[in-house]
C-alpha cells in the first residue's frame, strides 16, 4: 500500500525573486515574499520603491525581467476568468464620463460572465446603490474610488488587492474601508494594500511587507516589524521600580529606564508579570509597547544600502 504524500499549500499570491528593469533602470531587484488567505497585507516603501511596478508584474501589466509573480501558482494571464481570482484597484482607475456607476458595474458583469444580481450586491456593499444610476463625471473622488472597489468585489474573488485604496475618502469613508478589508480578510481572502498612509495601515493590516529602491527590507506580521530586532518590549510601572527593575535583570532581562517605567527590550508582558509576581512586587501598569509604523519605516528605508531582512516567525 502507497502513502500519499501531502503537498504544501500553494500561497494564493507569490512572488518569487522579482526583478524588473526599465533600460538601465533597476525598479524591482531580487524581491520575494507571499500573502497568505485570511490576513491583510501591507505592502509599503517611499515613493519610487517599486510598489507600482511590483503590483503591474503581478497583474501581468508589464513583463518580469527575471523571477515570478503569480496567484495560486498560475500567472495571471493563465488565470480562467480572473477576475473571479483577482480583484484590483489601481491607483488610476478611470470610468467612461457618461456612464452610470450601475452601467458601469453591468459591462464588468457581462465582460467577467458575472450574474447582474451580483451589480446590485457590490453596489451595496460600497455604498453606492442611491448614487449609482448618476453618471460618473459628476461622482466625487471618494464615491469614483468606492465604485473602483466596487469593480473589483464584482467577481467575488479571493484575492483582493488595492493600491492607495483611501484615496479620496473621508474619515467615515476610511474607517469605512478598514471595515472593509479586515471583513474581506475574515471571509478567508488574502487582502493586500498599497499604500502611503502609515498610520492607516497600522489599524489594518495583520502583516507589513517593507521595500525600498526596489529591495526587500522587511516581511513579517506588523507586531514583528514594529518590534525591529528586540521584537516588542514590555513597559511596567511599578511602586518598588527600583526592586522590580533587579529582579528583571536578574532573570537576564535588558532594562531601560523611561521616567517612571521600565522598558524590558524584547520580552512580552506575561514574563514580565511572572517575575513581578514571584518577587511580589505589585504592577499600576504593564503593556507591550513598539514603534510606531513610521519610526520602523523611516528606519528600514532611511539607508539604501541596508540588507534585507525577515523577522522569525
Not at 26 to 50: C, H, Q, Y
Request: hydrophobic share 40%; aromatic share 4%; glycine share 10%.
Amino acid at each position: 500500500m502507497f502513502g500519499c504524500a501531502i503537498m504544501p499549500a500553494v500561497p494564493p499570491v507569490e512572488i518569487e525573486n522579482l526583478t524588473k528593469r526599465f533600460g538601465s533602470v533597476e525598479a524591482v531587484k531580487d524581491l520575494s515574499f507571499d500573502i497568505e488567505p485570511g490576513r491583510v497585507t501591507g505592502f509599503l516603501g517611499p515613493n519610487g520603491a517599486g510598489k507600482s511596478t511590483t503590483l503591474r508584474a503581478l497583474l501581468g501589466l508589464v513583463r518580469p525581467s527575471a523571477g515570478s509573480a503569480t496567484f495560486d501558482g498560475h500567472h495571471y494571464e493563465q488565470l480562467d476568468r480572473p477576475s473571479t481570482h483577482v480583484g484590483a484597484v489601481l491607483e488610476d482607475a478611470a470610468f467612461h464620463p457618461g456612464r452610470s456607476g450601475r452601467n458601469h458595474l453591468r459591462v464588468l458583469a457581462v465582460t467577467g460572465d458575472h450574474p447582474q444580481s451580483r451589480v446590485e450586491e457590490v453596489l451595496g456593499i460600497v455604498g453606492l446603490t442611491d448614487a449609482a444610476d448618476r453618471p460618473a463625471k459628476g461622482y466625487s473622488m471618494g464615491m469614483r474610488q468606492r465604485l473602483a472597489i466596487a469593480s473589483a468585489l464584482l467577481g467575488d474573488p479571493q484575492v483582493l488587492i488595492l493600491d492607495e485604496p483611501t484615496n479620496g475618502l473621508d474619515p467615515p469613508g476610511i474607517a469605512w474601508m478598514r471595515d472593509l478589508v479586515r471583513g474581506q480578510a475574515r471571509e478567508g481572502r488574502a487582502v493586500l494594500i498599497s499604500s502611503h498612509l502609515l498610520a492607516e495601515v497600522a489599524q489594518s493590516v495583520d502583516d507589513v511587507v517593507i521595500i525600498a529602491k526596489g529591495r526587500l527590507r522587511a516581511r513579517g506580521t506588523l507586531e514583528q516589524v514594529l518590534g525591529g530586532d528586540e521584537g516588542t518590549s514590555t513597559e511596567v510601572r511599578a511602586r518598588e521600580i527600583d526592586r522590580l527593575a533587579q529582579s528583571l535583570q536578574a532573570h537576564g532581562h535588558r532594562v531601560q529606564r523611561d521616567g517612571e517605567a521600565l522598558l524590558v527590550l524584547g520580552v512580552a508582558p506575561e514574563q514580565v508579570g511572572e517575575v513581578a509576581a514571584a518577587e511580589r512586587v505589585a504592577l499600576r501598569y504593564l503593556a507591550p509597547r513598539a514603534r510606531s509604523l513610521e519610526a520602523a519605516f523611516l528606519e528600514l528605508t532611511a539607508d539604501d544600502g541596508a540588507p534585507a531582512w525577515e523577522v522569525p516567525a
